[in-house]
T-cell receptor
Framework: QKEVEQDPGPLSVPEGAIVSLNCTYSNSAFQYFMWYRQYSRKGPELLMY????GNKEDGRFTAQVDKSSKYISLFIRDSQPSDSATYLCAMRAAGGTSYGKLTFGQGTILTVHP | ETGVTQTPRHLVMGMTNKKSLKCEQH?????MYWYKQSAKKPLELMFVYNFKEQTENNSVPSRFSPECPNSSHLFLHLHTLQPEDSALYLC????????????????FGPGTRLTVL
């Protein structure tokens, strides 16, 4: 079983739609959760960073963590064509030998069409 | 130049060639990373350097040889690669290396697209 599971999509939505991207994980040591956005021919860039369970909002983006279900989500409101990219979830444990390592999901390809 | 730069952006090599990938960060960070990104697979961490010292080797085959001469430069020397090594190789840097600070953010370069024939 992979440590982090992410539906690769592709996901295609019309402009203005609400997008929901999700990851599940199996390692209960993961405490820090990230979402990266990767445009074509570019490296990933950090979009959201959260700790433990709860919600975090930044503009049109909301990151949600449910540690009891080992499930994280990224919601994009009023999606725009410029949101078309691959979205990667990533996680980090607290403490132990893997403290600094990021474990990534496979990435979900999102296309927002006008 | 700002951020993290990588050269070359594209590389095609035969299995018997020797080539090197270069990464440079202009952010004053102390940690640098090599990742491999293959189609339909998660990013795989290959190597981590903190203050020029290698602190992580994620069971990478010896045909990949990293070098970190200073905190701003990172190289990945390649020799006798296999076709399955074809992938996007991403370099990243972070201020503190993550080991002491879980909020340590990694900044990625644009990657080198490697094709092994």
């Amino acid at each position: 079983q992979k440590e982090v599971e992410q539906d690769p999509g592709p996901l295609s939505v019309p402009e203005g739609a609400i997008v929901s991207l999700n990851c599940t994980y199996s390692n209960s040591a993961f405490q820090y959760f990230m979402w990266y956005r990767q445009y074509s021919r570019k490296g990933p860039e950090l979009l959201m960073y959260t700790y433990s369970s709860g919600n975090k909002e930044d503009g049109r983006f909301t990151a949600q963590v449910d540690k009891s279900s080992k499930y994280i989500s990224l919601f994009i409101r009023d999606s725009q064509p410029s949101d078309s990219a691959t979205y990667l979830c990533a996680m980090r444990a607290a403490g132990g030998t893997s403290y600094g390592k990021l474990t990534f999901g496979q990435g979900t390809i999102l296309t927002v069409h006008p | 130049e700002t951020g993290v730069t990588q050269t070359p952006r594209h590389l095609v090599m035969g299995m018997t060639n020797k080539k090197s990938l270069k990464c440079e960060q202009h952010l004053g960070h102390n940690a640098m990373y090599w990742y491999k990104q293959s189609a339909k697979k998660p990013l795989e961490l290959m190597f981590v350097y903190n203050f020029k010292e290698q602190t992580e080797n994620n069971s990478v085959p010896s045909r990949f040889s990293p070098e970190c001469p200073n905190s701003s430069h990172l190289f990945l020397h390649l020799h006798t690669l296999q076709p399955e090594d074809s992938a996007l190789y991403l370099c990243a840097s972070s201020p503190r290396g993550g080991l002491a600070d879980p909020w340590d953010e990694q900044f990625f370069g644009p990657g080198t697209r490697l094709t092994v024939l």
